[in-house]
């Protein structure tokens, strides 16, 4: 059963800082994996969907890696802004199923 | 614009009454999905559906029911809710499965509380 683990839990930054977040996950038979960002008591957003043959994604300051052999994903956030404080979540979509699994996020908070 | 939109997006309900909770999309997606949140246990996804009149369970389906009778509506019922459903609900999208559509739209989320 597939497993998805984000470590920390909680991250607080002062603003500015480049930071990493971190996700990993048991079984390497995934079609893709996302992040996606969660405001308090608000719906998800999609950021950045990387499919199991690529390695990496950007989207502005934001750049996903994905070294799916390993099963890890990275998130790394340049410059950080205290408009980036929220939940982050990254999930997997299972190979041979029409499944997504959830890690249980990291909630950043950046300081003014 | 593009969204999925949920109703209602709060609801305050007793245990025995049934529910329906809405879900609908403007994308012409194929797939959409149902997930509950709970704190500590992360986003658990609940039914999916692959199309019209195509739908399948997912890690936590006890207790719910889905419909998909058009490509753009997916309701979630409750048909004897209990306290235990007490959560926050998402309703998601997406072009298709696999194949590069995978990426996930998500509904506003509803509160629901069961007494």
């Known amino acids: 059963k597939q497993e998805v683990t984000q470590i920390p839990a909680a991250l607080s930054v002062p603003e500015g800082e480049n930071l990493v977040l971190n996700c990993s996950f048991t079984?390497?038979?995934?079609?893709?994996l996302q992040w996606f960002r969660q405001d308090p008591g608000k719906g998800l957003t999609s950021l950045l969907l990387?499919?199991?043959?690529?390695r990496e994604q950007t989207s502005g300051r934001l750049n996903a890696s994905l070294d799916k052999s390993s099963g890890r994903s990275t998130l790394y956030i340049a410059a950080s802004q205290p408009g980036d404080s929220a939940t982050y979540l990254c999930?997997?979509?299972?190979?041979?199923?029409?499944?997504?699994?959830f890690g249980k996020g990291t909630k950043l908070t950046v300081n003014p | 614009e593009a969204q999925v939109t949920q109703n209602p997006r709060y609801l305050i309900t007793v245990t025995g009454k049934k529910l329906t909770v809405t879900c609908s999309q403007n994308?012409?997606?194929?797939?959409m999905s149902w997930y509950r949140q709970d704190p500590g246990l992360g986003l658990r996804q609940i039914y999916y559906?692959?199309?019209?009149?195509v739908t399948d369970k997912g890690d936590v389906p006890e207790g719910y029911k889905v419909s998909r009778k058009e490509k753009r509506n997916f309701p979630l019922i409750l048909e004897s809710p209990s306290p235990n459903q007490t959560s926050l609900y998402f309703c998601?999208?997406?072009?298709?499965w696999g194949q590069g559509e995978d990426e996930q739209y998500f509904g506003p989320g509803t509160r629901l509380t069961v007494t």
């Open positions: 998601a999208s997406s072009l298709g």
């Open positions: 079984d390497s038979a995934i079609y893709n």
């Open positions: 990387i499919q199991s043959s690529q």
């Open positions: 999930a997997v979509t299972q190979g041979g199923s029409e499944k997504l699994v």
């Open positions: 994308m012409n997606h194929e797939y």
């Open positions: 559906s692959m199309n019209v009149e």
